[in-house]
């Protein structure tokens, strides 16, 4: 059972361009949502995240954007470099601290093209 | 400050063999948890502990898998009686508290080969 659906599976953009990753969940207990990049042969690194009761959190050239009624959260990455090519997976978490047994997506790999 | 150490960063075990991995956490940091990643695949929650403590152990095997967090030390997963299915990237994660928007903190995982 995959509590936390991500999409799409790998993604390419242009420089400059901007790169939109999609989640949707179905534990309405949840109530931590963060993002992680993650390098070939490293692992992640937390990148931005939103709890429910905000629609949208920005951070940089970083946005969640986060639906609470569609129980869907996005990551929009706005003038993607090349430096930001990575994996990056959506995470969600219930109880009552923010990092306790996150759930992952499986991943979109994200290619940014010079 | 140094980050969430795991070692070894890469392990190979034949079959049949224990495999033991290594996590210490960030300095202040008693919350660790382990998680699992298959090839092209997110990361799998296996077990929560805290120093001497297992909070959550719901995303380990029922066999041959173990975790602990001992007073003095690194946490400790161990696996026994290694089997090709075990080969995988094995991360820890490390926190101050779970006390509101507490970030978890990953090592840089140690990749397992089963032969």
């Known amino acids: 059972q995959q509590q936390v659906k991500q999409s799409p599976q790998s993604l390419i953009v242009q420089k400059g361009g901007i790169s939109i990753i999609n989640c949707a969940y179905e534990n309405t207990a949840f109530d931590y949502f963060p993002w992680y990049q993650q390098f070939p042969g490293k692992g992640p690194a937390l990148l931005i995240a939103?709890?429910?009761?905000?629609s949208e959190k920005k951070e940089g050239r970083f946005t969640i954007s986060f639906n609470k009624s569609a129980k869907q959260f996005s990551l929009h990455i706005m003038d993607s470099q090349p430096g930001d090519s990575a994996t990056y997976f959506c995470?969600?978490?219930?109880?009552?601290?923010?990092?306790?047994?996150?759930?992952f997506g499986k991943g979109t790999k994200l290619t940014v093209n010079p | 400050n140094a980050g969430v150490m795991q070692n070894p960063r890469h392990l190979v075990r034949r079959r049949g063999q224990e495999a033991r991995l290594r996590c210490s956490p960030m300095k202040g940091h008693s919350h660790v948890y382990w998680y699992r990643q298959l090839p092209e695949e997110g990361l799998k929650f296996m077990v929560y502990?805290?120093?001497?403590?297992?909070?959550?152990e719901s995303g380990m095997p029922k066999e041959r898998f173990s975790a602990e967090f001992p007073k003095e030390g690194p946490s400790i997963l161990r696996i026994q009686q290694v089997v090709r299915g075990d080969s995988a990237a094995y991360f820890c994660?490390?926190?101050?508290?779970?006390?509101?928007?507490?970030?978890?903190?990953f090592g840089q995982g140690t990749r397992l080969t089963v032969v």
């Open positions: 995470a969600a978490s219930t109880g009552k601290g923010g990092s306790e047994k996150l759930v």
């Open positions: 502990l805290q120093k001497e403590n297992i909070i959550d």
């Open positions: 994660a490390s926190s101050k508290s779970t006390g509101g928007f507490t970030e978890a903190f």
């Open positions: 939103i709890r429910p009761d905000v």
